[in-house]
Structures are given as structure tokens and as C-alpha cells.
């Protein structure tokens, strides 16, 4: 890249690093999505000034990543790269309008859930049933179990701790992405599988200590 914008994509850069305090693949992706923008216009429209950047430049850059089948979530992407580098320059005074405003990101097509056949679930949890005379035989069971029952996402069912079931209002307190807790409701019988849980592991626990 010519060093036109060097200077103001740096400062953004800087911005980003010591205020934000986005982590470094963060912070690259940004400065690589710059980069390349600031080297396409250079090429299409040549010396310009940034009070000169108009959302017709960004919509000719948009274009010309979809004409090389970059993904639309990919190039969402980079529109926001855009929109925080442009809301930043108009703070600082550098420009007086953003070109950002009138554009409008790309929809992307929703993966739709995969979901487990019952018949397998069963044949699953009858697999699981053959062999709960060990702990993580059980355990695996009761985490089959949950993650089928509540549909919470993998990561929170790892970190799932018997402090999280509330009884008495029969639900899960689950803490989300982003530190955000949320309450996932949870059936009588799913309980009832997870009370017993919590007595047979205390005492396969028990029996293990006695045979040491």
C-alpha cells in the first residue's frame, strides 16, 4: 500500500491496540481489511483526499469483492471494519461526514440446526445405560442428557457446575457469551434424571475411596 492513508490508518490502529484493547488477530484483521481497501482505490481512483471517500467508492470495493465470490460474511466483515474506521476519523475531525451510512451489508444464508433423531437418542442413551458402573460412564450419560434436553450450546454444558440448577424454580442459570447469564427452563423428569446423577456419582465416589 502507498503511504497516502498510512497515517491515519495507523493512528486508528493505535486507537484500537492501546484504548479498545483488541486482541492482535483483531486488531490484524482490521489493518489487513484497511489495507486492502485503501490499495483498491488507489488503483481504481488514484490521489485523493479522505473528505473525498464517498459511499460510491465503497460500494465499487464491495462489488469488486463479490465478483471474486469473497463470502457475504466475509465481506460484513470488512463493512464493519469501515464503519468503526470511519465513526473514528469523523471524532477526530479528519471528516465531517461518514460514507458509511448508505451502505448496506449483504445477507448471509443461516446454517440450520442439525438435530438428533429421537430413535438415536434413544439407541444412544440405551448404549450409554449398559455401562454406569464407573463415573464417566455416568457422567457421559448425564451430559447426553442435558445437552439433548435443553439444547444449550456445547461450551456451556462443559462448564456447567451443580450450583447452576435451581430446583426449586426448575431451571438452568446458564453465564453465555459475553459473561451474559441466561435462564434455560428444565422438566421434572430432567431433574429427576439429575438429582439421581448427583446421588449415584456421590456414590461411586464413596465406593472408590473404600477400595483405594
Known sequence: MK???FSEIQSFIDYLKFEKRYSAHTIRSYHDDLVQFFDFLDTQFGKFDLKEISSSFVRSWLASLKDDD???RTINRKISTLKSFFKFQLKQGHIENTPMGNIISPK???RLPVFIKEKD???LTKALTTN???WDSLNTKMLVTIFYSTGMRL???INLKEKQVDF???QFKILGKGNKERIIPAGMDLLAVIKDYINEEKCL???MMFCW
Open 3 to 5: 503511504n497516502t492513508f
Open 70 to 72: 469473497v463470502t457475504a
Open 108 to 110: 448471509t444464508s443461516k
Open 121 to 123: 437418542l434413544v439407541d
Open 132 to 134: 454406569t458402573e464407573d
Open 155 to 157: 461450551s456451556e454444558l
Open 168 to 170: 426449586s424454580r426448575k
Open 205 to 207: 465416589k464413596m465406593l
